[in-house]
């Protein structure tokens, strides 16, 4: 037998180098096996003879170190998965979402140009250069404080102390973000900072609370305190800034205010003109700017000219028909068949508590598909729990709606004309967001989703009005800070970063492969990502 294997050539002798590293790039030992076992077996004889049995390949692998190799391979992997991904998407968003609508002739672009390619080589480069930054730091303040390194320590105290530290490799590691800047600064790019910002300043604050610095806090302390000044900002927004406002939150608003907003009757036709979104709000600007004009009917006062000044014509449609005994005008466009503001603020409960509840019914039976195991071993349990989710987040998002349009009655009522006329709205979407008191316990990732909506039209609000310049490259420094804070928290207390997925994720990063270093065998997985 061991004259039969000295006859055979060895491994190295039949693969050409440069085939040898290809393939170490590529596809590890392991993988190989797996690739061999279930379809080179299964391939041509003559495949079969040219390709090397599993524990050949593994030979080529010896005694060599493989961090590297892996590194590659995984960010090669991370490249070639978001590249399809994107393609795929743009497939979907062409040809289904898009479906019936003319295309906009997209100007052909090189592949260095393409933002899709240019997202793919970041997200890779990021992975690449963190793992590889990560490993060299550790290795080096591993080596700085060994015992033959004493002489560099004491030459060097500052430097050996900053690269001794224990956060050396995690703060070090986070410069890998600035691969981000590869990819065009965009509406993507911007969002990306901003997630990953609030993310890390959400387990911030869980690594405080796990020191003791909110002990004695009230009880009704927490994350839905956020809600009063998002949705403030975000009403006002959607009032006098439209373009810097998502347009997602405002149709969402629209299509679900039954009692305020006034849809086309059925007996209209439709080649007269009424008023859409866009125009709703920008008549209720309009009329915050005029300081809250009074209504004039034109039932009661017919022969005047005009009832409306010139710049609110797009919604004479709807006040032509309004109650004459409304006195303020935006009261006459937001409910013009009822004239009183509290009446219509009541009915508008049982309506919108209707819809909403069909709405989040559909969505939370979504989420909680997953926990089919849970609701097969304690249906009643589940079901209750579930059941109790879906009527707080349906009076949550309900009252919210109703007392930001409710509260623009209220301050004709409370306050004069002339007084704030404009940040009234603020007001009114800070009052509304205090329903998000329902919703306290379970509902951090819906107020941290609000809170990023805000931060970014605070953004793209502040840039429009002169607040502060925008900067070249601003969401890419508060992305890599953001990295650096969130792999500091990782290395000092990993359980205050309570997403099970951010912890593989940045497990992941450091060449530790996709696994929670919190969880143990036979754990069950708990994660509010």
């Not at 949550?396 to 009655?409: D, K, P």
């Not at 931060?455 to 793209?460: A, E, M, Q």
């Not at 009005?465 to 792999?487: A, H, P």
Request: charged share 20%; net charge positive; hydrophobic share 40%.
């Amino acid at each position: 037998m061991a004259s039969v294997d000295a006859s055979q050539p060895s491994v190295s002798s039949k693969l050409d180098p440069v085939l040898q590293n290809t393939l170490r790039y590529t596809i590890s030992a392991k993988e190989y096996k797996t690739l061999h076992e279930y379809l080179i077996n299964r391939s041509p004889r003559a495949i079969r003879r040219r390709a090397p049995q599993p524990p050949k390949y593994a030979a080529f692998f010896k005694g060599k170190d493989e961090y590297n190799a892996a590194t590659v391979r995984a960010s090669l992997r991370i490249f070639l998965a978001t590249q399809a991904g994107l393609k795929l998407w743009d497939l979907v968003s062409i040809h289904i979402l898009q479906r019936g609508r003319p295309q906009r002739a997209k100007p052909k672009l090189t592949l260095l140009g393409s933002p899709n390619f240019r997202l793919s080589l970041s997200v890779s480069l990021i992975l690449l250069l963190h793992r590889l930054l990560h490993r060299f730091l550790a290795r080096l303040r591993s080596n700085l404080l060994d015992r033959g390194a004493a002489p560099f320590r004491r030459r060097n105290p500052r430097i050996s102390k900053t690269l001794t530290s224990r956060l050396a490799p995690a703060i070090g590691a986070s410069l890998a973000g600035f691969a981000l800047g590869l990819y065009p600064g965009d509406q993507l790019r911007l969002t990306i900072a901003i997630y990953v910002a609030t993310r890390a300043l959400e387990f911030a604050y869980n690594a405080l609370e796990d020191e003791g610095w909110f002990k004695g806090r009230p009880w009704w302390f927490g994350s839905w305190m956020l809600m009063p000044p998002v949705f403030g900002q975000l009403l006002h927004a959607s009032v006098f800034d439209r373009d810097c406002f998502p347009k997602s939150y405002g149709d969402f608003n629209l299509d679900h205010t039954p009692n305020y907003v006034q849809r086309r009757p059925p007996s209209s036709p439709s080649h007269l003109p009424w008023p859409g979104n866009d125009q709703i709000f920008e008549s209720l600007a309009e009329m915050s700017r005029l300081n809250w004009p009074p209504f004039i009917s034109p039932l009661l006062f017919p022969s005047t000219s005009q009832t409306l000044p010139s710049s609110l014509t797009p919604i004479s449609p709807v006040m032509s028909s309004a109650h004459p005994s409304i006195t303020s005008l935006s009261c006459a466009f937001l409910h013009p068949n009822d004239p009183s503001c509290l009446r219509t603020y009541l009915t508008f409960f049982p309506a919108a508590i209707a819809d909403f509840s069909k709405f989040f019914t559909l969505i939370l039976g979504l989420f909680a598909l997953p926990r089919y195991k849970s609701f097969l071993k304690d249906p009643s349990k589940e079901l209750n729990n579930l059941a109790k989710r879906i009527l707080r987040n349906t009076l949550f998002v309900a009252g919210a709606i109703g007392t930001s349009w409710g509260s623009i009655c209220l301050w004709q009522y409370l306050l004069p004309r002339t007084f704030i006329p404009t940040r009234r709205w603020f007001w009114g979407g800070f009052l509304g967001g205090f329903w998000a008191f329902l919703e306290r316990k379970a509902g951090r990732g819906t107020f941290m989703y609000s809170a990023r909506s805000s931060i970014d039209s605070l953004w793209k609000v502040g840039v429009k009005k002169g607040w502060w310049k925008e900067g070249k490259n601003r969401d890419v420094l508060v992305f890599v800070s953001s990295l650096m804070l969130l792999n500091t928290i990782y290395e000092i207390n990993p359980g205050a970063i309570s997403s099970g997925v951010v912890r593989k994720t940045l497990a992941m990063l450091r060449g530790q492969g996709w696994i929670d270093t919190l969880k143990k065998p036979g754990d069950g997985e708990k994660d509010d990502s």
